[in-house]
């Protein structure tokens, strides 16, 4: 199994413009999640998606941020207009459905420095 | 907000066993106790879960208190790639299929 994917890895732009993150969860799984890490504040779930419903997006920072899963095998996650205080590491995680799983699967991230 | 209490840092020698302690006093009767790691610049990983017994996988084995108030996790030969943030996850860091991540354990092992 390749695992999540996520692309691109590393993502440099400059402020103002719009930034697609993107994610390809592991086959079956039901769950998507959409994380954000920063030194400042840690991991923080932005949003995530059971069966491509958005379930829980309380964690978007604002309206500049939208996140989609258009089918079971995609979700993009994105910014615009992007701003400095966007930079962090973005991880996409997937889970199956036992219940409540909370066995997370997560990718290796996408890095977004926004200058 | 996660109500569990974690070490900021522990260091471990190499080939020694890797004991994480994790108090989550508030825990409830059907509330896992959870333990993710993450290795510099990669994402999250999940080691282990726990309700009330003991739990042992090819990662690590989890030792949960008899009142279910704190928990350890134990790396038996921890070794240089063990070295990472570890976090214990627990009382109200689980809900609906959310995780909510605190600060952890950064656990450096040494030669």
């Known amino acids: 199994d390749a695992g999540v994917i996520q692309s691109p890895r590393h993502e440099v732009t400059e402020m103002g413009q719009e930034v697609t993150l993107r994610c390809k969860p592991i086959s079956g799984h039901d769950y998507l999640f959409w994380y954000r890490q920063t030194m400042m504040r840690g991991l923080e779930l932005l949003i995530y998606?059971?069966?491509?419903?958005?379930?829980?997006d309380s964690g978007m920072p604002e309206d500049r941020f939208s996140a989609k899963m258009p089918n079971a095998s995609f979700s993009t996650l994105k910014i615009q207009p992007s701003e400095p205080r966007d930079s962090a590491v973005y991880f996409c995680?997937?889970?199956?459905?036992?219940?409540?799983?909370?066995?997370?699967?997560f990718g290796p991230g996408t890095r977004l420095t926004v200058t | 907000d996660a109500k569990t209490t974690q070490p900021p840092s522990m260091d471990c020698a190499e080939g020694r066993a890797a004991n994480l302690p994790c108090n989550h006093s508030t825990i409830s009767g059907n509330e896992y106790v959870y333990w993710y790691r993450q290795i510099h610049s990669q994402g999250p990983q999940y080691i282990i879960h726990?309700?009330?017994n003991n739990e042992t996988n090819e990662m690590a084995s989890l030792i949960i208190t008899e009142d279910r108030k704190s928990s350890t996790l134990i790396l038996p030969h921890a070794t240089l790639r063990d070295t990472a943030v570890y976090y214990c996850i627990g009382p109200g860091g689980t809900s609906y299929g959310k995780l909510t991540f605190g600060q952890g354990t950064i656990l450096t092992v040494h030669p």
């Open positions: 998606f059971n069966n491509n419903v958005p379930i829980d």
């Open positions: 726990g309700l009330k």
């Open positions: 995680a997937s889970s199956p459905t036992h219940g409540y799983s909370y066995e997370q699967y």
